[in-house]
């Protein structure tokens, strides 16, 4: 084989249109992730850029946005439930599930200002 997948470079979330000052409140202060500059050619399209852990999360504006309710990306964590508390704290509704508890997997649900699920998760 001639070629190698490496890995995830990017997950991208879709938004309405307007969508960025909620989503820096969210992703940049909620969630503490670095804003990312977006490239010049991709600016006038709206969204915006976070850095997450080794990876990153770019918030894309579509027009016909509908909320991704099933399908989401998974965000390994640790401190879980101080990541939890804190999300109380700043008012962002958390939603449980141990669907995974006996495989040591602690996890919750969040939806981001758009509706988008979000999962957290933390391997013991």
Not at 4 to 21: K, M, N, T
Not at 23 to 49: I, Q, T, Y
Not at 90 to 99: Q, S, V
Request: proline share 6%; with cysteine.
């Amino acid at each position: 084989m001639t070629y190698s997948v490496v890995g995830i470079d990017h997950v991208q979330l879709a938004a309405p249109a307007g969508c960025e000052a909620e989503a820096r409140r969210f992703f940049g202060e909620a969630l503490g992730w670095e804003e990312l500059p977006k490239p010049e050619p991709l600016r006038s399209r709206g969204g915006v850029w976070f850095r997450c852990g080794r990876h990153e999360v770019h918030i894309g504006v579509q027009s016909d946005f509908a909320p991704a309710t099933k399908a989401h990306p998974a965000f390994a964590v640790q401190g879980l439930a101080e990541l939890r508390a804190h999300l109380a704290d700043c008012g962002i509704p958390t939603f449980d599930d141990d669907a995974r508890k006996e495989e040591g997997v602690a996890r919750f649900f969040a939806n981001d200002p758009f509706g988008n699920r979000l999962e957290f998760l933390e391997r013991k």
